[in-house]
């Protein structure tokens, strides 16, 4: 007996053996793959910081104290912001794994009630990936959630600062290419001063029309050479560092001493103020480490941080510090007249790799916000393009690729040196960076329930930083800070008129619903017919009948035999796993053949052009009314919105005793012999067989499993889609009231229905067939 427990106790060890080192290894891929995503653009920085803070000077001008004062500034800059506020704190609040402004918006949302997604329902709230860990017990986060119920203002103001932090990013992606590229470019005059700087401006316009020309076919293929690239950038900017310190000025490690901070400031007062704004250029990208916390882990990017990005970068500055304290007229290319004359072109092909892989990926980054903005409303439709089948998640918007280009070659053209677009980076770099410190402040208060103290200690701290860089920022307004406040306020008015008009539209379809028993009574004086097939009506409502039916119905009294109320919906969670997705539930009695289907889409989700979701539908729907006989459920509610059921997580007997889960799974459904196995194959096809549409099909009765009643409703169905499919969707037009004051109706008159008339038709958006549609026109005045 003593003998089986040692061996058990020396299997089990074994066993958590194996899995922890499973686990790091698994833990070491991810830190790897990170390089190559996380850091490109921070990594960059000490291709244009010093020339950036020094580019107003005239040469000759610095001396070696400026010099150690701006390396103390870079010293404590990296190590506050990035390491401390980001690794150690704001890592720790992320969404489900998601991170950035979005997801700390939704995460407050959800524990503070605030109606981020206009349709919610109280099913969302049981979505295994909400994860409300526990609700709000403290009376400051209690008072606060009351405060934001009683004062609207405060609620949009709220949503006023995540949009702003958001177009910010946006902004990024045109500023970030136009100058990782232009600085790692700028290395050529190095080597051959003679050349003109319209030679490197050109240079650098032709790389940034072949990096958005080649976005179309996806990162996938070259992805694996990023993390390489960055890896050998990091060492050859470390090797140099300490190079240069060693060669030059070994003695200039003293300036890390915070005693130079305050010396650069009493000697240079304003000078030293406004040399801020290009110090703050070393902190760039530490909100995309945040942010792309969902493609790896948090363990994973701290990891990589703080241990090889980290110290990496600092000996970089401090090698380029020692190497300009001996030579105070070399701050213009600072970077590369460091570089020794052996490793120069190696290291000028590495920096301009580095910089290419910076800029693909904020470039990728500003996609995959901008499918965000629009999934929660916040964004007018573009087409979205899914570049890879093996990578979840990796997509390609054309219109805001070109716009973006533009964007990109007019500020190369335009400041033709990195010390313009620099100012320009700056204050957006720091904008977004202060607008997560007061949303990282509310949710210490709500989310964490911390006392207001400590709240107040995390803002005072990082927000002090934070404005300090963000006042030198604007007086940089003038010479290309503009840039960046046109562009967020240009982003801010298109999103901000486009969720009031949403939300606003969504309002008249609420208030204007009607009841299903008032239909059905009105039915017999309209003379409704039933028409063979099935009727897909597409309404933003998850209860009740929306006013686009009603109009329908009393215009041409007859509609399909099989009637499924569609709610295409986002959730307020960054995925909803498959088995989550459908909502069903009946309206009316079991003999009106009425359903209603909400399907629920997280705010990171994608939503691909190609998958069958009509197929998918009738499956959730065949699920339903086999669960509800199997549940014994009698009731008839005539509204039957409370009575939604989610479809997936109960298998849904079949002829053969499959369920539908298993035959998700089964490969071997398209090759067997069988005949009951080969009618059901409409439920869920290999993925390589499935045509955009299918019509003919057969539902597999059961007459030992399921009821008369069951047999005949899934008879019913049966018969109606292969009768055919239609799709009612309204085709409206949005109006102010004629007693709405002049903004207003510039805002919804000109501004909304410009943005609708060039916004992705929902139809396309939704793969629907021209042949199966039908539009009804409906006027909202709101």
Known sequence: MDLECVSFKESSFRRVQFMSKASMVALLTLAYQSFGVVYGDLSV????????????????????????????????????????????????????????????????????????????????????????????????????????????????????????????????????????VLSAISGIRVAAPHLHENVTVAVACCILVLLFGLQHIGTRRVSCLFAPIILAWLFCNASIG???????????????????????????????????????????????????LGHFSPKSVKLTFVGVVYPSLLIGYVGQAAYLSKHLDQVDHAFFKSVPNPVFWPV???????????????????????????????????????????????????????????????????????????NAYGIAVITVMLVTTCLMTLVIITVWQRSIFLALCFFGLFGSIELLYLST?????????????????????????????????????????????????????????????????????????????SQFV??????HEVLVFVCMKSAPVPYVSQHERYLVGRIGPKDYRMYRC?????????????????????????????????????????????????????????????SVKEMETDKSVAISNNESLQSMEWISPPTSLIPT??????????????????????????KAKEAGVAYVMSHSYVK?????NFLKKFAMDYMYTFLRKNSRDPAMILNIPHTSLIEVGMFYHV
Request: net charge neutral.
């Open 45 to 180: 920085s000490p291709l244009y910081v010093f020339r950036a803070t020094f580019g107003s000077r005239r040469r000759g001008d610095v001396e070696e104290r400026e010099i150690m004062g701006v390396l103390c500034f870079i010293f404590w800059t990296l190590t506050l912001v990035p390491v401390v506020k980001y690794s150690f704190i704001v890592f720790c609040a992320h969404d489900n794994g998601e991170g950035g402004t979005f997801a700390l918006y939704a995460l407050l949302c959800r524990h503070l009630k605030l109606s981020l997604i206009l349709n919610q329902h109280a099913a969302d709230e049981e979505l295994s990936t909400y994860q409300l860990e526990q609700p709000i017990t403290s009376s400051k986060g209690i008072w606060f959630r009351q405060l934001l119920d009683r004062h609207k203002f405060l609620r949009n103001g709220l949503l006023i600062v995540v949009l702003l932090g958001t177009c910010m990013v946006i902004g990024d992606g045109a500023l970030t290419p136009a100058l990782s």
């Open 242 to 292: 300490l190079y240069n310190l060693i060669t030059w000025n070994p003695s200039i490690l003293k300036a890390l001493s915070p005693y130079y901070m305050y010396h650069f400031f009493k000697v240079d007062g304003k000078e030293g103020w406004i040399a801020l704004g290009g110090i703050l250029l070393c902190i760039t990208g530490a909100e995309a480490m945040y942010a792309d």
């Open 348 to 422: 000028f092909v590495i920096a301009t790799l580095a910089s290419i892989v910076g800029s693909q990926g904020v470039i990728s980054a500003t996609f995959s916000i901008i499918n965000q903005c629009m999934a929660l409303g916040c964004f007018p439709r573009v087409k979205v393009v899914h570049t890879s089948n093996h990578i979840y998640g990796q997509i390609y918007i054309p219109e805001i690729n070109w716009i973006m280009l533009i964007l990109c070659l007019g500020l190369t053209i335009g400041f033709q040196n990195t010390v313009g677009i620099g």
């Open 473 to 549: 920022a604007f007086f940089k307004v003038p010479k290309g800070g503009w840039v960046p406040l046109v562009l967020a306020g240009i982003l801010m008015l298109i999103m901000y008129v486009w969720h009031y008009g949403t939300t606003k539209k969504y309002e008249f379809d609420f208030q204007n619903k009607v009841s299903m028993k008032w239909l059905l009574n009105l039915g017999p004086s309209l003379g409704i017919v039933r028409v063979p097939g099935i009727g897909l009506i597409y309404t933003d409502l998850v209860s009740g009948v929306p006013a686009i039916f």
């Open 554 to 559: 009393t215009n041409l009294p007859a509609f």
């Open 598 to 658: 909400v399907v629920r889409y997280g705010y990171r989700d994608v939503r691909r052009d190609e998958d069958d979701f009509e197929n998918q539908l009738i499956a959730n729907l065949v699920e339903f009314i086999r669960t509800e006989e199997a549940m014994s459920s009698n009731a008839q509610s005539f509204e039957g919105d409370q009575h939604l059921t989610v479809m997936g997580t109960t298998p849904a007997l079949l002829s053969n005793g499959h």
């Open 693 to 718: 549409r299918r019509v003919h099909f057969d539902i597999p009765v059961s007459e030992t499993v399921d009821s008369d009643d069951v047999r005949k409703e899934l008879s019913a169905l049966a």
């Open 736 to 740: 102010a009231k004629m007693s709405s």
